[in-house]
């Protein structure tokens, strides 16, 4: 399998199997919650995934596959902060430089968390740390290999290390949620529930989560084509999704493996993040919180998954939720 996913419609269930047992060593298998107030709703708690968030999974998949020669003088990536962090623990266990592009209003949580790992953070504009993602260069000679935080095809196998996981813990599964930001989790994650579930007549229905103030999957769907920049996209708390566009590669497996988008506002975020803390004692950052806002939202019948994405969120919004939950 080529890194490159613009010809791939699901990852390979060997891939899939592949990348679970060579990250397996390093990862925690994290838990599924059952909801007290909500039983038939399911939390995925990769919060509490080493880094603080899932991104480790596929940061540590796609730097394992990389070519040895490739990775010799260091890897670098432009991220919301999660997969920088994922990166950065996972280069340090082989013992490389990081580099991580984030944007200026990268959370300072985010940030020492990079450095923590080791990870040399420069600071863009939203503008150039965006083109970076889409046309994967920084454009600069002493940044090493690029690994793409979404539009890659061994990060996407390394995120289906999780459906790989909720599959084995809970049968009868009738809707898995996940959040949105550039595809590679959700596109990682519905490969595993499609290739276990041949049977159309009896598969999980796989829903993509978007935030109101940023809507490219939906909005690509709607108009059937890959939406490069949206004309309305504004930045939210929920600072890990919520991108300006379609990354190259990522439409073909995106399109194909989930079966409809829901979004979810600001507001009914913060309330799933009140609501995780009330039963879990657990914070969790909005981005992750927005599956189960979907959930909650749609009052689906049967179980349902929501997939719980990182815990790294700026100090005065673990304040906020501390003071109104």
Known sequence: MKSDPTDIIIIPEEEIISAYKRISPYIRRTPLIQLESNPNIYLKMENLQKTGSFKFRCALNAILTAPEEEIRNGVYTSSGGNFGIGLSAAAKLLNISCTVYVTKACPKAKTDMLEFYGGKVKKVDNDVWFNILQEKTSHLEDDGFFIHPASDAFVMAGNASIGKEVLEDLENIDHVIIPYGGGGLSSGIASSFRQKQKDQNSRTKVWACEIS?????????????????????????????????????????????????????????????????????????????????????????????????????????????ISTS
């Open 213 to 321: 103030t940023a809507t490219p999957l939906t909005t690509s769907r709607k108009l059937g084509y890959p939406i490069v920049r949206l004309e309305e996209w504004a930045p939210s708390i929920c600072d890990g999704i919520g991108v300006q566009g379609i990354f190259p590669g990522a439409w073909n497996i995106s399109n194909n493996v989930i079966d409809d988008t829901v979004i979810v506002t600001v507001e009914e975020t913060r309330e799933a993040m009140r609501l995780i803390f009330k039963e879990t004692k657990a914070i969790v950052e909005a981005s992750g919180a927005t599956g189960l806002a979907a959930a909650l939202k749609m009052q689906l019948s049967g179980n349902v998954v929501c997939i719980v994405t990182g815990r790294n969120l700026k100090r005065e919004l673990v304040d906020e939720l």
